[in-house]
């Protein structure tokens, strides 16, 4: 059974793989600095303010004593985070190592702090934009665009509209989530499957990190376009800014970030401009600080029945990698978790953790507050049905038999057993099985031994 696990990473790992030079480039911009600031854990957060107005190095043995004794485990977190950003510099003596924080970061979040940071472009004023959406219908918005993104993932039949995605956002599909072959149509891979258990949150970073890694390929500068993502974070959401701010790379993407319900685009008589969504907004947040709790919409019961209160086609389709979805009314979906249901799951390279964690993360409030969310006897079910699949692994492998003498089949049984490939043998009958990668060794082995 294929084991395919997506890494979802945090933007900000994006931001510490970057080259040295390249990050340094990115803090010489403020907003860039605070964004940075708001991604680092609290520990790692006080160590950058304490340290702003310190010129000099502090030794490692002063920094751990900021903390109390029992906070090694916290301390040692945010310095890793630190270093990896290249937020703090190591200085390594002889005596003892000292930190200090990177003087470009360092200079331009004081300024930051100090007089406070300008964007390069201001909203719009009300008389030049049309009637612009309330943070409802933004909301809303955003929130069909998403749903539309993955429901064309899972079959463009699905989508309530046509949707027409850039070549660039299609790239992204094919690298890894969507697999087609010659006159077959687009279907989704081992990582597509896990991909659509994920929260929002983890989708959006697979997809914005791929994204940077296929502009790349294009020629296009990774440290520009994670710039411009950051920046973007200290937009007002629901305000217009107009298009011809942008450069061209940064209008392209942003035309990219629309079909994922970044950004909403709108057009005036004269001006063009776009309006950021929360999803934009919240993308300097740390991954864990940058949504609350979304509100669940799953009920399990302990006989593996499943009713799951929602509209949404996209839930219903998401539910049918796993179980058996037998009727949807306006507002509610009922299904049943079986065996037949995630052994089809488990093919598809979805895992019985990414399944429990998927049923715990979209718990309904009722039994969300309960302990546990989702029934004992029906996890532990799943994860049985998941091992009943692992008991017997398949070795390509291939069967000796008829010896001429027993010396030539305790050669070959040694021979086997030295190039590690001897699988089993039965020393009464002279038969032994080894596996196929050592066929062609042992079959040379025999002919130079009759």
């Not at 803090?27 to 310190?54: D, G, H, T, W």
């Not at 004081?110 to 934009?129: D, F, S």
């Not at 800014?241 to 970030?257: E, G, P, S, W």
């Not at 006897?377 to 009943?388: A, G, M, P």
Request: hydrophobic share 40%; glycine share 4%.
């Amino acid at each position: 059974m294929p084991q395919v696990k997506i890494i979802a990473k945090n933007f900000m790992d994006m931001v510490a793989s970057l080259p040295a030079i390249k990050l340094d480039m990115l803090y010489r911009n403020q907003f860039i600095c605070e964004a940075i600031l708001r991604s680092l854990p609290p520990l790692a957060k006080k160590y950058v303010l304490q340290m702003l107005y310190i010129d000099v190095p502090i030794t490692s043995n002063s920094l751990q004593e900021w903390v109390l004794a029992d906070g090694y485990s916290k301390h040692k977190v945010a310095i890793d985070r630190l270093i990896q950003l290249r937020v703090l510099e190591v200085i390594d003596r002889k005596k003892e190592t000292t930190y200090k924080l990177n003087p470009t970061f360092q200079t331009n979040l004081m300024k930051h702090l100090i007089y406070g940071g300008i964007l390069p472009r201001e909203p719009m004023p009300a008389n030049v934009t049309a009637r612009l959406p309330t943070l409802e219908e933004l909301d809303a918005y955003a929130h069909e665009q998403w749903e539309c993104f993955l429901l064309q993932l899972i079959s463009s039949g699905q989508a309530e509209r046509s949707t027409s995605f850039s070549s660039s956002m299609m790239r992204i599909f094919q690298r890894g989530l969507l697999r087609q072959r010659e006159k077959e149509a687009p279907r989704l891979t081992d990582s597509g499957f896990q991909f659509l258990l994920m929260d929002t949150n983890a989708q959006l970073w697979y997809i914005i990190r791929e994204y940077i890694s296929n502009s790349e390929e294009q020629g296009v500068d990774q440290a520009d376009l994670i710039a411009f993502l950051l920046e973007l974070s200290f937009h007002t959401t629901g305000e217009a800014y107009n298009l011809n701010t942008l450069t061209d790379d940064q209008r392209a993407m942003i035309k990219d970030l629309a079909d994922l319900g970044l950004v909403k685009l709108q057009q005036g008589r004269k001006e063009s401009w776009f309006i950021p969504t929360k999803l934009a907004t919240n993308l300097s947040l740390s991954l864990a600080d940058s949504l609350s709790r979304k509100q669940g919409f799953v009920v399990v019961e302990t006989n593996f029945r499943m009713y799951a209160y929602s509209s949404s086609k996209l839930h219903c389709e998401i539910l049918r990698l796993f179980s058996r979805v037998e009727y949807q009314l306006p507002n509610l979906i009922v299904g049943a978790i079986t065996k037949e249901s995630l052994y089809n799951a488990f093919e598809n390279g979805i895992t019985a953790e990414q399944i429990i964690t998927f049923l715990q993360q979209n718990a309904h409030p009722r039994v969300a507050e309960k302990i546990p969310a989702v029934p004992e006897n029906v996890t532990d079910q799943i994860r049985l049905w998941e091992t009943d699949l692992n008991r017997v692994e398949m070795t390509p492998a291939h069967f000796y038999d008829e010896f001429p003498s027993r010396d030539v089949f305790e050669a070959a049984s040694d021979f086997a057993r030295v190039h590690c490939g001897l699988l089993w043998e039965d020393a009464k009958r002279m038969r032994l099985v080894v596996k196929a990668e050592i066929h062609t060794l042992m079959r040379e082995h025999l002919r130079g031994n009759k």
